[in-house]
C-alpha cells in the first residue's frame, strides 16, 4: 500500500484533507491578511493571524514563522501546497505567495568623494559638526551578518545610544550582546525560520547567530559608517585610512542572508523588525529578478519605512551590461548602480614575442620572477570547459608549472584560479569575454594571477594558439592612484530599462562599486574560498553590493544635517546634484566597451555629497503620492493595500495619476506610443520645493535630442520663501517624420541660477513608429 494510501483511509472529509496535506513537501508561504477582518476578541493581530492559520491546516504551531506588524500585514509560514491552498479560500486573506531567494550583489572612497576633509565647510556645516549630528542617526544593514571585533565598529569617543533606539543585540553561542555590541554597533540580529525550512532537507544548517561567516555584510556596513582605522589595507594593497561615509553614525545588523542565500521571509521579518527599532536608513545589498510590487518583497517592506520617514538604498543588481537587468525599482527605494574610483592595482602580462599587457591583479604572495614559462590555454583534449578552467576541466600533465590563460564568465575568478593551482599551474591570465568588455576587477588570488579585457585577451589568445611555443611571465605593481578616467560605469552593473514601470527611470545614481576596501572577518579568507587560510582585517570587493552603502550612508549624512527632510527630499538631493562627467571632464564611459555611458546605466550620475547637502530646490513626495502612483498602475485595491497597508488606500477614493510617470520624481521616462492614446505627446508636470534662500530665482534649461521637441511652462521659476512649493510643465513631442530605428535617447532639464544646477536626467523611447 502505498504512502497516500497508508495515511487516507480516514472516515471524515476533514481528516481526509489533513491527510491530504500530509503528502506533498512543506515550503514556506507568506500570507497576506486583511488586517480590518481581526475579531475583537484577540488582542493582537498576530494572535489572530495564529489561530487563523492553525485553524485552516490543523499545522503545528511551530509552523508559524514570522508573524508581521511594521511591514506587512501577515505572516510566514512553513506549510504544504495544499494547506496554502486552503488558506488561499478564506475570506480573510488577500494572497498567499511562496518564498522567493534574494541574492547578494556581490581607503580611498571617502577621499574620491571629497570626505576626507575634517575641517572644510559643507555649505554650513563642518565635517565636525556633521559626524556629532549623524550619532543620532541609524543605519540598518539587511546582509550576512557583522564582525564586531573589527576595528571598524570601534566607539571611541561616541555618546550615549539614543534613546529612541528600541532594538537589541542577540545572543548566540558565537556572540555575547555585553562584549561585541557598544554605542556605534547597537543592534544586531539574525532571521533565518525561513532559511531553515528550505534548507531543512539540505544537510546540516548554519550557526544561528548575528556573527558574518561570510564577509559580505561586515564590508558593506562598514563602508556605510565604518569608524575611521588607520593603517588599513588588504595584505599590502590600498594602504591607507579606511572609513565608512558616516564614520559616527550608529549600525544596526540584520542577518538574513546564508549560504544559499537571502529568503523573502526573512528579509521581510528583518524590515519589520528595524521598522520597529527605530532605524533612519536601511541598506540593502541584494535583490533578484525584477517583479510587480505587490509581488517584490523588498518593495512592500520599503514601502512601508518610507511611510516611517526611513531612507531606503538598495544595489541596482550586477548583471550588467544586459539590458533590462535591474533589482529593486520600486520609486520609493533608492537603487545604486557602481562605478569605478580612481584608484587601481595594475599587474602585467610580458609574452614570449616581447610584448607586454597590463591587467589588475591583488595577488600578494612571491611572484613568479623574471623567467617566462610556458603559456596553455584549453589544453585538455577537446573539453570545452577548459578555457574557462571550470573545477577539475584542467589536467595537471598537461598545465603543470605553466601558465594557464582562462576565460572569464561561468564561475567564480577566485575559483579559476585555485582550480589552476591545484592542477598544479604556477599563473593565471584571467582574460575577458565580450560579456565583460573591458571592465577589470581585482581579486585576491591565490596564484599569481593577472585580468585583463576582452581586447588585450582577444590578442593573447591569438598569440598562443599560433606563436611557437608560447610563454608567459607576470608581475605586480601594486597600487596607483588618480587613474584617469574615473568614474567609469561598471560593466557588471545591471542597466534600465525599468520593465516593471518604464515610466520610472531606473537605476537612480551611480556610487563607487569597484574595488572597494572595507572591513572584514578575521575567520574567512580573502577571495572566501574555503581553501584560503589568509588573515585579513580589511578585504577589497566589487559589485553594487558596495556602491549601495556607500549611498546610505551619504543618506544618513544628509539626514544629520536635514532631519526634517523626507526619504524623497533626501533621494532628490543625491539625484539632482550628481554629475555626468568624469575627472578628465569627459562625458561619463561604460566599461563595457568604453562607450559613452546613458541613464539607463548610470542614472542621474555619480553621487556628489557636498553639493547634495545644499540642492537648492528637491522634488519631494508623500504616502499619499506613491498610492497614486500605484493606482494609476491600475493595480487592484487588494494589491494597493498590500503595498501601502492602509485599509483606505482604495483607488476609487485616491487621486489616480493619469500617467505613472506623473509621480513627483527627480528624473524623467518619456515613452511615446506607449499610453492608452499612443500619443506622440507626452505632458509631465512637477513640483519643485524650494529648500535654499527665500528669493531665490531658477531658469530652465533643457536638452533633448534631435527626434524630440520640449517646452517648459514656466520657464522661471522665484521662490519668495523658504520651503515654498512652485510646479512647472514640460511637454515632450515626439517628432514627425524621423527615423525612429533608434528606440531611445536621451536629454535632461536643469533648474539653474548662480548657485545651484538642479538637474534631472530624462530617456526617452518609443514603443511604436508614429
Not at 609574452?351 to 585538455?380: D, Q
Request: net charge neutral; with cysteine; hydrophobic share 40%.
Amino acid at each position: 500500500m502505498g504512502l497516500a494510501s497508508v495515511f487516507c483511509v480516514c472516515a471524515i472529509a476533514v481528516v481526509l484533507q489533513l491527510c491530504l496535506f500530509s503528502v506533498s513537501a512543506k515550503k514556506t508561504y507568506i500570507v497576506h491578511m486583511k488586517h480590518r477582518h481581526k475579531p475583537a476578541i484577540y488582542a493582537t493581530h498576530g494572535e489572530w493571524y495564529s489561530d487563523h492559520f492553525q485553524s485552516l491546516t490543523a499545522a503545528d504551531p511551530d509552523s508559524l514563522l514570522y508573524t508581521y506588524d511594521a511591514a506587512y500585514h501577515g505572516f510566514a509560514a512553513a506549510m504544504s501546497p495544499e494547506e496554502a491552498e486552503s488558506l488561499r479560500q478564506s475570506d480573510s486573506v488577500l494572497g498567499v505567495y511562496e518564498d522567493a531567494v534574494y541574492n547578494l550583489h556581490t581607503t580611498r572612497t571617502p577621499e574620491f568623494l571629497g570626505l576626507d576633509s575634517e575641517l572644510g565647510p559643507w555649505v554650513g556645516h563642518s565635517l565636525q559638526e556633521l559626524n556629532q549630528a549623524s550619532q543620532d542617526v541609524i543605519i540598518g544593514v539587511l546582509d550576512t551578518g557583522v564582525w564586531p571585533e573589527s576595528k571598524s565598529f570601534s566607539d571611541s569617543n561616541m555618546a550615549d545610544i539614543p534613546a529612541r533606539w528600541r532594538g537589541e543585540c542577540q545572543a548566540a553561542d558565537d556572540f555575547n550582546p555585553k562584549i561585541h555590541c557598544n554605542k556605534k554597533l547597537i543592534g544586531a540580529r539574525f532571521f533565518s525560520k525561513g532559511y531553515n525550512t528550505m534548507a531543512s532537507g539540505g544537510g546540516s544548517k548554519e550557526s544561528q547567530s548575528p556573527r558574518d561567516g561570510d564577509g559580505h555584510g561586515t564590508h558593506t556596513a562598514s563602508t556605510a559608517a565604518g569608524f575611521q582605522v588607520e593603517n588599513a589595507s588588504l595584505l599590502g594593497y590600498a594602504a591607507g585610512n579606511a572609513r565608512g561615509m558616516a564614520t559616527h553614525a550608529r549600525l544596526a545588523t540584520y542577518r538574513v542572508c546564508w549560504k544559499t542565500g537571502c529568503l523573502g521571509s526573512d528579509i521581510l521579518a528583518a524590515m519589520d523588525r528595524a521598522i520597529l527599532d527605530g532605524v533612519d536608513v536601511l541598506s540593502l545589498s541584494l535583490g533578484g529578478g525584477s517583479a510587480p510590487y505587490a509581488r517584490d518583497t523588498i518593495a512592500v517592506g520599503a514601502f512601508a519605512a518610507m511611510e516611517k520617514g526611513i531612507f531606503v538604498s538598495c544595489s541596482a543588481g550586477n548583471s550588467g551590461p544586459t539590458r533590462a537587468s535591474l533589482a529593486n525599482v520600486a520609486p520609493w527605494i533608492m537603487t545604486v548602480g557602481a562605478g569605478t574610483l580612481d584608484r587601481d592595482f595594475p599587474a602585467f602580462a610580458a609574452l614570449g614575442n616581447g610584448l607586454k599587457y597590463t591587467g589588475v591583479s591583488l595577488y600578494s604572495g612571491e611572484g613568479m620572477g623574471s623567467k617566462l614559462v610556458e603559456l596553455v590555454y584549453n589544453n585538455n583534449g577537446g573539453n570545452t570547459s577548459g578555457n574557462l578552467c571550470l573545477a577539475g576541466s584542467l589536467d595537471p600533465a598537461a598545465v603543470r608549472g605553466k601558465v594557464v590563460l582562462c576565460d572569464r564568465g561561468i564561475s567564480a575568478r577566485v575559483e579559476k584560479g585555485s582550480v589552476v593551482k591545484e592542477a598544479g599551474g604556477v599563473g593565471m591570465i584571467l582574460a575577458n569575454t565580450a560579456a565583460s568588455g573591458e571592465e577589470l576587477v581585482a581579486d585576491s588570488h591565490l596564484l599569481p594571477a593577472v585580468a585583463v579585457g576582452r581586447k588585450v585577451g582577444d590578442l593573447i589568445r591569438q598569440y598562443v594558439k599560433t606563436g611557437k611555443n608560447p610563454t608567459a611571465g607576470l608581475s605586480f605593481g601594486g597600487t596607483v592612484v588618480n587613474v584617469k578616467p574615473s568614474p567609469v560605469v561598471a560593466a557588471f552593473s545591471s542597466r534600465g530599462p525599468n520593465m516593471v514601470t518604464p515610466q520610472i527611470l531606473k537605476p537612480d545614481v551611480i556610487g563607487p562599486g569597484v574595488n572597494i576596501l572595507a572591513a572584514w572577518p578575521q575567520g574567512v579568507g580573502p577571495t572566501g574560498l574555503d581553501k584560503d587560510a589568509r588573515k585579513t582585517q580589511f578585504n577589497i570587493m566589487s559589485g553594487t553590493s558596495m556602491s549601495c552603502p556607500h549611498i546610505s550612508g551619504l543618506a544618513a549624512l544628509l539626514k544629520a544635517a536635514h532631519p526634517d527632510w523626507s526619504p524623497s527630499a533626501i533621494k532628490s538631493a543625491l539625484m539632482t546634484t550628481a554629475y555626468t562627467v568624469d575627472n578628465a571632464n569627459s562625458p561619463l564611459r561604460d566599461a563595457a566597451d568604453y562607450s559613452l555611458s546613458t541613464p539607463w546605466a548610470h542614472g542621474a550620475g555619480h553621487v556628489d555629497p557636498h553639493k547634495a547637502l545644499s540642492p537648492g530646490l528637491v522634488y519631494d513626495a508623500t504616502p499619499d503620492d506613491y498610492v497614486s502612483f500605484l493606482c494609476s498602475l491600475d493595480y487592484t485595491d487588494d494589491a494597493v493595500q498590500l503595498i501601502a497597508r492602509r485599509p483606505n488606500a482604495t483607488c476609487s477614493s485616491s487621486r489616480r495619476f493619469r500617467d505613472p510617470g506623473q509621480l513627483n520624481y527627480p528624473s524623467f521616462s518619456v515613452v511615446f506610443g506607449g499610453g492608452k492614446k499612443n500619443s506622440r505627446v507626452v505632458r509631465y508636470t512637477r513640483e519643485l520645493t524650494n529648500v535654499g534662500p527665500a528669493g531665490s530665482a531658477y531658469v530652465a534649461e533643457l536638452e533633448v535630442p534631435p527626434t524630440v521637441g520640449a517646452t517648459v511652462k514656466p520657464s522661471k521659476l522665484v521662490f519668495g520663501n523658504v520651503g515654498e512649493k512652485l510646479r512647472y510643465t514640460v511637454t515632450f513631442v515626439s517628432k514627425k517624420d524621423v527615423d525612429y530605428s533608434l528606440t531611445s535617447g536621451f536629454g535632461s532639464i536643469t533648474w539653474k541660477n548662480a548657485q545651484h544646477q538642479v538637474r534631472s536626467p530624462v530617456s526617452f523611447s518609443w514603443t511604436l513608429r508614429l
